[in-house]
Every structure is written in structure tokens, then in C-alpha cells.
């Protein structure tokens, strides 16, 4: 076990820290590319011809999507700028830190984003407003369990099995 605790590893806290934040850098690649992607085809539907024929409360859920967009984009992004100010002062576990929670805000509000643009995507294509929400729930819903639920359960079943042996491996 390490200096700071983390189980299974020999490394110290600033070992561990650059290790989680290359592991993060990596997992935020993903996400932080198909959110500024979404935002702007986002941005570029203003300018159509049809925006203008929108009825008022899908042009409001234009916005507000738009709006979740940016959010998302700027708290995917956010972790390299933190990273910029704070590079070479010794700061990595305290970067680490924020970092993980602003990946986490943006990760809920691309999920909220990508909800909305469907909601809305599929309210002027289909016709159906309860038929768009009735999809865009769904998708919400599974957003939820497979990026927070999950995990959860996962995390929780290791934890159970880790007690349930005891520092040699031997059941209790």
C-alpha cells in the first residue's frame, strides 16, 4: 500500500496524482471533443431558415440546450486551463481534485445537453411532443444508469467483496 493509502499500488500521493491526472486528461478527451462537436452544430442552428417557424417553447429549449452546451464545453475544457495556472507549483493532487469535479459537472450537463438537442430534434421530426419526451427520458434515464448508477454498484461490490477478505486474501 502506498504513503496515501491507495490500495494495491506503490506510489507516493504525488505519484498517484500524476498517474490519475494522465488517466484523466485521457478520459476527458472523449467526452470534451463530442461536447465542443454537439455545441457547434449547436450554434449553427440559429441560422437556418426553419429556426425562425419554431414555436416559442422550442426555441426557448433551443436556447437553454445552446446554453447547456456552453456549460459543458467550458467545464470539459476547464481542467487543461486549471492545469496551465497551476503547472510546476507542486499543485498536482489539489488539481486531481478540482479537476475531478469540474469533469463531473461537465459530464452531467453534456448529458442534460444531449437530452435537450434530442428532446428538440425529435419534437420537430417526429411531431410528437410526448413521443420526444417519452425518447429523450429514456435516453436521460439511461445516461444515468450506465455513467452513474452503474458505477456505483460496481464500486459498491468490490467494497463488499474487499471486507469480505481479510489482508492475506483468506475469506472472513
Not at 500521493?13 to 465542443?36: H, I, P
Not at 433551443?62 to 497551476?86: D, E, K, N, Q, S
Request: charged fraction near 15%.
Amino acid at each position: 500500500m502506498s504513503d496515501d493509502g491507495a490500495p494495491g499500488r506503490d506510489e507516493t500521493a504525488q505519484e498517484r496524482a500524476d498517474r490519475l491526472w494522465t488517466d484523466m486528461l485521457q478520459e476527458v478527451r472523449v467526452c470534451q471533443t463530442g461536447a465542443q462537436i454537439l455545441f457547434g452544430f449547436l450554434i449553427g442552428v440559429a441560422f437556418t431558415p426553419r429556426f425562425a417557424a419554431l414555436p416559442d417553447f422550442d426555441k426557448n429549449l433551443y436556447t437553454a440546450t445552446v446554453i447547456l452546451g456552453a456549460v459543458a464545453t467550458g467545464a470539459l475544457v476547464a481542467p487543461v486551463a486549471f492545469h496551465r495556472l497551476l503547472a510546476g507549483r507542486g499543485m498536482k493532487p489539489e488539481l486531481v481534485h478540482v479537476a475531478g469535479h469540474l469533469i463531473a459537472a461537465g459530464l452531467v450537463t453534456l448529458a442534460l445537453t444531449i437530452a435537450a438537442a434530442l428532446l428538440l430534434l425529435l419534437r420537430t421530426a417526429t411531431g410528437s411532443p410526448t413521443a420526444a419526451w417519452i425518447i429523450s427520458s429514456v435516453v436521460l434515464l439511461w445516461f444515468t444508469t450506465t455513467w452513474l448508477v452503474l458505477p456505483h454498484v460496481v464500486l459498491r461490490r468490490a467494497a463488499a467483496r474487499r471486507s469480505a477478505t481479510d489482508d492475506d486474501g483468506r475469506q472472513r
